[in-house]
């Protein structure tokens, strides 16, 4: 069975409703079709500024694709060594985490939206008496090939050798670019979980004791600025509004975004702007667009969405069905008849008054004119008039 559309429903029955008041008031026709016509006319604006607004208000929820930036389970060490897994002799010490001698602590990430682009940072001050003692952080990748098999490698990220108080220096390190210089391409695995570890070590027992603090340690997840593009149409009866969004699936920011929309020849664009330009778009975040579309004859139009930035860029082919509008000829029409039968009743008007002109003037010198300029000739002309002689 054929499904019927809400909007055609609308209009069948207020078709309905018009041919009911059509019997049961007939002098009324007119007063009643327009509220008919205005009310059908609301009906339409509201329907299509309630999807409007849901489709604003949907970007504003957080998106799926969107993770938490930061990874780690108290990395600040807020509550103790919560989250974290000791070993040797390590131990918090107000804001930060002492370990002396020889010790450790670590934890493992197993999320299922894991990537390898992660950043590794923490903050370090390191206490070495001599060179037997060394302090270094270590990751640890569990990774599952293409054909299934799981493994895991271990990499040394940043050695700490400074003898004596080094102060507190802050370590900034790319996991992506650690796990290509020390394993290889990224693109035949698959990061299943990861674990990060501080450690501090000595290769000979020797005293007094070298001693580590750490403080503040992250590992986001940093992925590159992605562009996905989601469209919805709200169809009207004489024009058709597109809008997309656009949200950015990555966990970078977005700069200098371009949207822009290309239609095709026969298309008009009622709302002028074709191309949009936003500075940022953060991670997470959606911009949405909107084009309002008519064409002079119905049917379904290819339109093309593409949007660029400093990082990425993507495109969004579809087709629009846009209705005609050929009542813009016909008004044309009219308004050129109206024009003309105006002209032609001005002439009219024009004739007549030079007509009832001339008709007055020479009136006037039949009544006025002459009699003047008889009685200035200075002799009077008596006529009698009486019977012939034979």
């Not at 019927?4 to 026709?29: D, E, G, I, M």
């Not at 010490?93 to 990430?109: K, T, Y």
């Not at 600025?225 to 699936?249: C, F, G, H, W």
């Not at 990082?311 to 629009?320: A, I, M, P, R």
Request: charged share 20%; net charge positive; aromatic share 6%.
């Amino acid at each position: 069975m054929e499904r019927v559309p809400r909007a055609a429903k609308l209009q069948l029955s207020l078709y309905a409703s018009s041919a009911f008041l059509l019997r049961r008031t007939p002098t009324r026709l007119k007063r009643r079709t327009r509220i008919l016509g205005n009310s059908w006319r609301l009906t339409s604006v509201l329907a299509t500024h309630t999807l409007v607004l849901t489709l604003m208000l949907f970007p504003s929820v957080p998106s799926s694709f969107a993770a938490p930036v930061e990874l780690l389970q108290n990395g600040s060490f807020k509550n103790g060594l919560e989250g974290w897994t000791k070993e040797g002799m390590a131990f918090v010490d107000g804001e930060d985490v002492r370990i002396v001698r020889e010790g450790s602590l670590s934890q493992i990430v197993r999320r299922p939206d894991l990537s390898f682009h992660l950043e590794l940072a923490y903050n370090l001050r390191t206490e070495l008496p001599s060179q037997a003692y060394f302090a270094r952080s270590l990751v640890t990748f569990y990774l599952v090939g293409r054909n299934g098999k799981s493994n895991n490698f271990t990499i040394v990220g940043e050695r700490h050798r400074e003898l004596g108080d080094s102060g507190w220096k802050e370590t900034r390190l790319s996991l992506l670019q650690l796990f290509k210089r020390e394993i290889g391409d990224h693109a035949d695995f698959q990061l299943s979980a990861l674990r990060v570890t501080i450690e501090l070590g000595f290769t000979i027992s020797a005293h007094p004791p070298g001693v580590a603090s750490l403080r503040n340690v992250s590992l986001r997840r940093v992925n590159p600025a992605r562009i996905l593009l989601q469209s919805a149409l709200v169809e009207l009866p004489d024009r058709t509004e597109l809008i997309v969004t656009a949200t950015n699936v990555g966990d970078m920011n977005a700069s200098n975004i371009i949207a822009t929309m290309i239609p095709p020849p026969e298309t008009i664009v009622i709302s002028r702007n074709v191309v949009f330009l936003r500075s940022t778009l953060e991670g997470g975040a959606s911009w949405q667009l909107s084009w309002v579309l008519a064409a002079r004859s119905s049917g379904v139009r290819p339109i093309t969405i593409k949007v660029s930035c400093d990082q990425t860029g993507t495109e969004l082919s579809l087709g629009v069905p846009i209705p005609g509008i050929p009542y813009v000829t016909t008004t044309q029409a009219t308004t050129v008849t109206v024009e003309r039968v105006t002209d032609q009743v001005n002439e009219a008007v024009l004739v007549f008054l030079l007509t009832a002109l001339l008709v007055l003037l020479a009136f006037l010198i039949l009544t006025i004119v002459l009699p003047i300029a008889q009685s200035r000739k200075g002799t009077d002309s008596v006529y009698r008039f009486g019977p012939l002689r034979s």
